[in-house]
């Protein structure tokens, strides 16, 4: 494995000062942050499958849950403060089920383009937000940074209310190359997404792992199933989500089910992936990741 560039005394982010409550990971969240190197990606893990991603000057945010709690589910760790998703440029929406697509978050996100699936972005503009239907093209969200759709495979669990388009973000910037997988289960495609953003590898994905209860349903990424994802993707750092966050009111009783997946996770890279790094924040924690220009973490 190789190692970081030594770190740049200028490389701090106000992120950093208000990381996330410590958790068996936090070691490691301080460990990355310390070491950021010049062309980074700062990213924050807002619980669940919300992401902050700061790279280039653009703000970028996935599946928005800004609340406290998403309607039955309840929240472990912070509430997401205003001050990490203010100024948000572009939102990355997966899919529409609820624990992804939460109205009253995404209206915090005012005049914000949402960018999905065309049947999702329909439904978004009649609630009045302003949904962005992508299908193979890329969206310019300013600054050399280039946004498109990918698969994601998650047709479990179909809305009557709701559309059910579902897919992935594949984000390129003047560094390098990032992939939201969304909710999806495991897929062939996944191996062309670094040739779809014209690169040889993945610099950073965000995996979900879990889920919100002790059993994960079909069409959704346990630890296994992730690590071979990042394989068949090769990917070079992957940061995990949709696990440890959100789960019924009684649910965090049985078991250590919330936290089992994250160890889970990274032993199943080391054998699978042994050439990704994984990061594991704490909710509401930062790192900074260097892209293409720096070595891998
Ligand atoms: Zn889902
Ligand atoms: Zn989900």
Same mark, same amino acid.
């Given at each position: 494995m190789r190692s970081w560039v030594p770190p740049r005394p200028t490389c701090r982010s106000p992120y950093e000062r208000r990381s996330g409550s410590p958790s068996p990971e936090a070691g490691e969240v301080g460990e990355a942050v310390a070491r950021c190197a010049v062309d980074v990606v700062t990213v924050t893990w807002l619980g669940h499958s919300t992401i902050v991603l700061d790279v280039a000057g653009r703000r970028l945010v996935t599946? +928005? #849950? #800004? !609340?406290?709690?998403?309607g039955p589910l309840r929240r472990r760790g912070? /509430? +997401? !403060?205003a001050a990490a998703w203010a100024g948000t440029d572009v939102v990355l929406l997966s899919h529409l089920h609820h624990d992804h697509a939460e109205l009253g978050s995404l209206r915090r996100l005012p005049d914000v383009p949402v960018l999905t699936g065309p049947a999702n972005a329909r439904w978004l503009r009649r609630k009045g937000l302003r949904g962005v239907g992508l299908h193979d093209e890329w969206y310019d969200a300013g600054d050399g940074v280039r946004v498109r759709l990918v698969d994601a495979v998650h047709h479990t669990r179909p809305m009557p209310h709701r559309p059910n388009d579902a897919n992935g973000h594949l984000v390129t910037t003047p560094h390098g190359t990032i992939w939201f997988a969304g909710d999806t289960g495991l897929h062939a495609g996944m191996a062309t997404l670094p040739d779809l953003a014209d !690169? /040889?590898?993945?610099? #950073?994905a965000l995996v979900p792992i879990g889920g919100w209860g002790p059993r994960l349903p079909a069409g959704h990424l346990g630890p296994e199933e992730a690590a071979t994802a990042c394989a068949l993707a090769r990917v070079r750092c992957a940061v995990p989500v949709h696990w440890g966050t959100l789960h019924f +009111?009684? !649910?965090?009783?049985?078991?250590s089910w919330m936290d089992d997946a994250a160890p889970a996770f990274r032993e199943a890279v080391r054998r699978t992936a042994p050439d990704c790094r994984v990061l594991t924040l704490a909710p509401g924690g930062s790192a900074h990741v260097p892209l293409a220009d720096g070595p891998v973490p």
């Open positions: 599946d +928005p #849950l #800004l !609340a406290r709690h998403n912070p /509430t +997401p !403060a !690169a /040889t590898s993945i610099d #950073l +009111p009684v !649910a965090q009783r049985f078991g």
